[in-house]
């Protein structure tokens, strides 16, 4: 089975930008893998903020971006704020729908 | 207002089985795919079964080993997992989650809370 790999922590300070990146061992990763992105806080649902390697929701603060950079998928804070203070899983997507984890970021904002 | 209001997580002894269900509002229902995903005590995410909109399509990890099966009932909005053969690595926050679209290939869009299953004698 495909392993996704994601740093296992990083951290910006206020005011910082930082980029996350989510690999795959089966080689570049594509649009074609629809990379995800979401977030959870501590004690609650993870909540989705990138689709698509890069669209975002309503709910998506504008600080985030996603994209595809030296074949990963990354997703970039741009002025971090404590509340982004959290962990941050990427997925990516396989043969039939078969989808693959990272094992999560622990993003501290520092 | 999307909900997604899942129950039926207990505490079940190794070989038991455990039906979960997960009650949609604030959308048609029948218009999204669904996908059950699981996190483990302080673990990370884990895709278990997706299905589509129709109800006529399923996906399942590969690490299930056929013991789960995915289903819906478009007419009471209700999304369920049955499970079976439990095992202690089942032991997870199960949450439901709705897609973008019809397709189960499509991701995770929005997420319940999730519900508790313990695994243990």
């Known amino acids: 089975q495909a392993v996704v790999t994601q740093e296992p922590s990083l951290t910006v300070s206020p005011g910082g930008t930082v980029t996350l990146t989510c690999g795959s061992s089966?080689?570049?990763?594509?649009?074609?893998?629809?990379p995800y992105w979401f977030q959870q806080r501590p004690g609650q649902a993870p909540k989705t903020l990138i689709y698509?390697?890069?669209k975002k929701y309503s709910w998506t603060p504008g600080r985030f971006s996603g994209s595809l950079l030296g074949g990963k998928a990354t997703l970039t804070l741009s002025g971090a704020q404590p509340e982004d203070e959290a962990l941050y899983y990427c997925?990516?997507?396989?043969?039939?729908?078969?989808?693959?984890f990272g094992g999560g970021t622990k993003l501290t904002v520092l | 207002e999307v909900q997604l209001l899942e129950s039926g997580g207990a505490l079940v002894q190794p070989g038991g089985s455990l039906r979960l269900s997960c009650a949609a509002s604030?959308?048609?229902?029948?218009?999204?795919?669904m996908s059950w995903v699981r996190q483990a005590p302080g673990k990370g995410l884990e895709w278990v079964s997706s299905i589509s909109g129709g109800g006529d399509s399923t996906f399942y990890a590969d690490s299930l080993g056929g013991r789960f099966s995915i289903s819906r009932d478009n007419s009471k909005n209700t999304l369920h997992l049955r499970m079976t053969s439990l095992r202690a690595g089942d032991t997870a926050l199960y949450y439901c989650t709705k897609s973008g679209s019809v397709s189960p290939r499509d991701g995770f869009h929005m997420w319940g809370q999730g519900t508790l299953v313990t695994v243990s004698s």
């Open positions: 604030g959308f048609t229902f029948s218009n999204y795919a």
């Open positions: 997925q990516i997507s396989y043969s039939g729908a078969r989808r693959v």
């Open positions: 698509d390697t890069s």
């Open positions: 089966t080689g570049d990763v594509t649009s074609g893998h629809s």
